[in-house]
């Protein structure tokens, strides 16, 4: 069965900075790509950060050069460090594995970040 568990998520003070993991097990091969979407209230769902099987990486553009997404493969995880944060990255984090000749979405349960003084 794929899961996909997030960890990581908390307050943090505007300035300050977090570390989001996701561990996926369940597949057999390494999804095509792996990413960090989130939600805030009354929003939709937007992509932060993707990383592909090959290494290959893209951003969102409010991110870029504040949020890092990385892998370790030997643990089947995926990282995001998010530096410099801002009270609107308050949102719900969710961990993204396209999987599959049809790139079939599964996702994790999410995990909370909010950015408040």
């Known amino acids: 069965q794929v899961q996909l568990v997030e960890s990581g998520g908390g307050l943090v003070q505007p300035g300050g900075s977090l570390r989001l993991s996701c561990a996926a097990s369940g597949f057999i091969f390494r999804p095509n790509a792996m990413g960090w979407y989130r939600q805030a209230p009354g929003k939709q769902r937007e992509l932060v950060a993707a990383?592909?099987?090959?290494?290959?990486?893209n951003y969102a553009d409010s991110v870029k050069g504040r949020f890092t997404i990385t892998r370790d493969n030997a643990k089947n995880t995926v990282y995001l460090q998010l530096n410099s944060l801002k009270p609107e990255a308050t949102a719900v984090y969710y961990c993204n594995a396209k999987y599959g000749a049809n790139a079939n979405d599964y996702w994790g349960q999410g995990t909370q970040v909010t950015v408040s003084s």
């Open positions: 990383i592909t099987r090959g290494g290959n990486t």
